[in-house]
């Protein structure tokens, strides 16, 4: 077991591209979380799935966000007609239903020009 | 709703100094406490974590204790190291493991000097 895992772990796109975060959990956790963090600042939650379903959502994760694990595995997070705004470090999380430590992976950076 | 409140930074010591970082916190009911660092350009890694009152996490030297009468949570050790040079972030979930995850403070940027 490696770990959350996380892919690409940096991305340059320019304003009003598509870009797409790939985040592979540690193996048999069904809690899947995705935080944002930008400088200087904690991490803020933005989802949460258990297993394929998606419970919870922060006010932070606008239309432009959309989040899927479609088979309760892995997820992805896709940002849609990025704004300068968006640059930020997009972490990946996982833990068991019954477990109260999560785990974070090495996050990804989106910078946006 | 909860919150976490970190002392500012950066804290700057020398060598094998005593290092403290307040952390203390607003939740209703029982909430688990962790620290996590993240070295530059990392992710979070768990550093420790209490889960009920009066316990104490530790783990390479680094202790915490949950000290609900002062909703707090300050990290210490007793020598820092220049390897220890990072940002501490302190966190809370809601007992059992809130929807949510964790909330965490702003950090604190953390420079250990030779």
Redesign the interface.
């Known amino acids: 077991d490696t770990g959350?895992s996380?892919d690409p772990r940096h991305k340059i796109t320019k304003r009003g591209q598509n870009v797409t975060f790939r985040c592979d959990p540690i193996s048999e956790h069904n809690?899947l979380?995705w935080?944002r963090q930008t400088l200087?600042?904690?991490?803020?939650?933005l989802t949460?799935f258990q297993n394929e379903a998606q419970?919870?959502k922060?006010r932070l994760l606008s239309d432009r966000f959309s989040a899927e694990r479609p088979k309760g595995s892995f997820s992805t997070l896709e940002i849609q007609r990025t704004e300068q705004g968006d640059s930020a470090m997009y972490?990946c999380?996982s833990?068991f239903?019954?477990?109260?430590?999560?785990?974070?992976?090495?996050?990804s950076?989106l910078t946006v020009v | 709703g909860n919150s976490v409140t970190q002392m500012e930074g950066p804290v700057t010591l020398s060598e094998e100094a005593f290092l403290t970082i307040n952390c203390t916190y607003t939740a209703t009911g029982y909430p688990s406490l962790f620290w996590y660092v993240q070295y530059p350009g990392e992710g979070l890694q768990l550093l420790l974590k209490a889960t009920k009152a009066d316990d104490k996490g530790s783990n390479k030297g680094f202790e915490a204790t949950y000290r609900k009468e002062t909703t707090s949570f300050h990290l210490e050790k007793g020598s820092v190291q220049v390897s220890d040079s990072a940002v501490y972030f302190c966190a809370l979930s809601d007992e059992g493991g809130g929807a949510d995850g964790l909330t965490f403070g702003k950090g604190t940027h953390l420079i250990i000097q030779p």
């Open positions: 959350v996380q809690r979380y935080y200087g600042q904690g991490p803020e939650f949460y419970l919870e922060s972490l999380a833990s239903e019954t477990g109260i430590t999560i785990y974070f992976g090495e996050g950076w």
